[in-house]
């Protein structure tokens, strides 16, 4: 689609697996999404779109990742980065901006996204940046998302609910982070601080999900089933490495 609202055909070698929206043939959003990122370099506009189709919940970072792989899309600079920055749990353009201020300085390596629960087992929060060593957050509150009269209480609930736990919370905005970034790490190296001063984290358990190793092997082509003697082991089915962030 052009930004004209009209739609400009591409050839490929690899025809899409189709499904049917309101009775219209379609690709699955991932490979839409891939050969989105095939037609630009505009890092942001990746970011988005990538982003947009795992936190919509249409497929996951590692079918996204095999996707951009089988249309040799991965090695394009801002694929590969987008592709890296889901893979580790960032979601949004503001965190992946985040992902790369926090890159660029000694501060420990944080969970993204992580679901945090209480003794109890209850859910308290899934803050944005989490470092559960320490027991620090980092909220990154846009006014699109968190600045109506409903999102700011909730907003507010659940950073009590992360307070009264004893977790250690920052926040910022994506023009703060954006235009002063200096100013969210000075605040969260004295967070870090203090609470690698206390004598005991917060009794909290961060559930993340796996994190995984890029790059990502390509799945082993399944052969055509045939009766096998039951002395010949079946291969494992193909799982990539990962490490999980529990």
Not at 66 to 95: C, H, K, Q, T, Y
Not at 142 to 158: C, F, G, M
Request: charged share 20%; with cysteine; net charge positive.
């Amino acid at each position: 689609m052009t930004p004209a609202g009209r739609v400009r055909p591409s050839t490929t070698a690899r025809w899409p697996a189709t499904i049917h929206v309101s009775g219209v043939p379609s690709s699955r959003p991932v490979r839409a999404a891939a050969d989105f990122a095939a037609r630009t370099d505009d890092p942001d506009l990746v970011r988005s779109v990538l982003a947009n189709v795992v936190q919509g919940g249409w497929c996951h970072p590692h079918d996204l990742h095999a996707e951009l792989r089988a249309g040799r899309i991965a090695n394009r600079p801002a694929a590969r980065a987008a592709a890296a920055e889901l893979v580790a749990g960032v979601r949004s353009i503001a965190e992946g901006r985040a992902r790369d201020t926090l890159s660029a300085t000694d501060v420990p390596a944080p969970l993204w996204n992580a679901r945090l629960y209480g003794p109890d087992g209850a859910f308290l929060a899934s803050p944005d940046v989490y470092w559960p060593e320490e027991g620090v957050a980092l909220e990154i509150d846009s006014a699109e998302y968190h600045y109506t009269r409903d999102s700011w209480q909730a907003t507010l609930r659940r950073r009590l609910r992360l307070e009264a736990r004893g977790v250690l919370v920052a926040s910022t905005t994506p023009g703060i982070l954006r235009d002063g970034p200096a100013e969210v790490i000075a605040a969260l190296r004295a967070l870090l601080a203090v609470g690698a001063a206390r004598p005991a984290p917060p009794d909290v358990t961060a559930r993340g999900h796996a994190q995984l190793e890029l790059p990502l092997p390509l799945p082993v082509p399944v052969p055509v089933p045939v009766p096998l003697p039951l002395s010949v082991p079946l291969p494992a089915a193909y799982a990539p490495k990962a490490r999980d962030t529990v």
